[in-house]
């Protein structure tokens, strides 16, 4: 069965897109069938793996279905789309902003359990086609919304992001509160933090050290990945023109090598940190 997993914080411009499609793109390198779920109606990793698949294929991906259709269909396979081998992806769109209009219409408040129901319900489409995927993550806003709560309903580990800065340990600290809620609030619900992601706002700059060691203090030690998101400028060029990889790609470079070798190393602790609980 698949791991889902959410990357989060309530701090929006932290990373949370890059590092979980960056992530899902090296899973699937190894080898892993990886699916990136968009539930962000902003569709930001949607657009970065629409890019990655024009530059590696020279030609446009063709999405013959929104998930916002699909979802209405109650079948949402229709609307998932290959961007590269054992990579798949849930792409968003612009009418997914309907999602939670959708969902007051679909389960009134005369509905029993109507929250519940209203939470549950991308769960139960996914649940058809989880098991022909190693690993499920999904992309959030950074809000408290339907569209992050369903997510996390949905999902099996979080991974919070924290760019060192102290409004995004703020916000990572808020949404800690969020998920014990979340947590405690729905019998359903049964995740596991898998850690905390220092993403440096700058490189071996004094305060990156100490929001990271804020965050030990805050979260515990052991809570803390490893593996520390360096300041990458190559990355700002992926979300413009998307992922480069060797082989596919006339522009690749001794930059790219250095961000593939990070996140390849990062993807072995996100393997490692989520088989600890099976």
Same mark, same amino acid.
């Given at each position: 069965?698949?791991?889902?997993?959410?990357?989060?914080?309530?701090?929006?411009?932290?990373?949370?897109?890059?590092?979980?499609?960056?992530?899902?793109?090296?899973?699937?390198?190894?080898?892993?069938?990886?699916?990136?779920?968009?539930?962000?109606? +902003?569709?930001?990793?949607?657009?970065?793996?629409?890019?990655?698949?024009?530059?590696?294929?020279?030609?446009?991906?063709?999405?013959?279905?929104?998930?916002?259709?699909?979802?209405?269909?109650? *079948?949402?396979?229709?609307?998932?789309?290959?961007?590269?081998?054992?990579?798949?992806?849930?792409?968003?769109?612009?009418?997914?902003?309907?999602?939670?209009?959708?969902?007051?219409?679909?389960?009134?408040? *005369?509905?029993?359990?109507?929250?519940?129901?209203?939470?549950?319900?991308?769960?139960?489409?996914?649940?058809?086609?989880?098991?022909?995927?190693?690993?499920?993550?999904?992309?959030?806003?950074?809000?408290?919304?339907?569209?992050?709560?369903?997510?996390?309903?949905?999902?099996?580990?979080?991974?919070?992001?924290? +760019?060192?800065?102290?409004?995004?340990?703020?916000?990572?600290?808020?949404?800690?509160?969020?998920?014990?809620?979340?947590?405690?609030?729905?019998?359903?619900?049964?995740?596991?933090?898998?850690?905390?992601?220092?993403?440096?706002?700058?490189?071996?700059?004094?305060?990156?050290? +100490?929001?990271?060691?804020?965050?030990?203090?805050?979260?515990?030690?052991?809570?803390?990945?490893?593996?520390?998101?360096?300041?990458?400028?190559?990355?700002?060029?992926?979300?413009?023109?998307?992922?480069?990889?060797?082989?596919?790609?006339?522009?690749?470079?001794?930059?790219?090598?250095?961000?593939?070798?990070?996140?390849?190393?990062?993807?072995?602790?996100?393997?490692?940190?989520? *088989?600890?609980?099976?």
């Amino acid at each position: 069965m698949a791991k889902k997993i959410v990357f989060g914080n309530f701090k929006g411009g932290v990373g949370k897109t890059t590092n979980s499609v960056m992530v899902a793109y090296e899973l699937a390198k190894k080898g892993f069938k990886v699916l990136v779920c968009d539930l962000d109606p +902003q569709a930001n990793s949607t657009q970065l793996l629409i890019r990655t698949y024009g530059l590696q294929n020279n030609q446009e991906l063709v999405i013959q279905k929104t998930m916002m259709v699909a979802i209405q269909e109650k *079948n949402i396979k229709p609307a998932i789309v290959n961007i590269m081998p054992n990579l798949d992806l849930l792409p968003s769109h612009k009418d997914f902003v309907d999602y939670p209009d959708f969902l007051e219409l679909t389960f009134l408040p *005369n509905t029993p359990n109507y929250k519940e129901e209203r939470m549950a319900f991308f769960t139960k489409l996914l649940q058809p086609i989880e098991n022909q995927y190693d690993y499920i993550i999904f992309d959030v806003p950074p809000t408290l919304s339907i569209f992050t709560g369903t997510a996390l309903y949905s999902s099996d580990f979080i991974v919070i992001v924290l +760019q060192t800065q102290q409004r995004s340990l703020d916000g990572a600290e808020a949404f800690w509160e969020y998920l014990q809620t979340l947590y405690n609030e729905y019998d359903a619900i049964d995740f596991d933090i898998a850690g905390v992601l220092p993403v440096l706002l700058k490189n071996d700059s004094g305060i990156d050290n +100490q929001i990271i060691k804020d965050a030990s203090d805050s979260f515990g030690d052991d809570m803390i990945f490893t593996t520390i998101i360096k300041h990458m400028e190559r990355l700002k060029r992926y979300d413009r023109k998307g992922i480069s990889e060797e082989g596919y790609t006339s522009v690749y470079d001794f930059h790219d090598r250095k961000v593939h070798e990070l996140y390849n190393q990062l993807a072995d602790e996100i393997i490692n940190r989520t *088989n600890s609980e099976d």
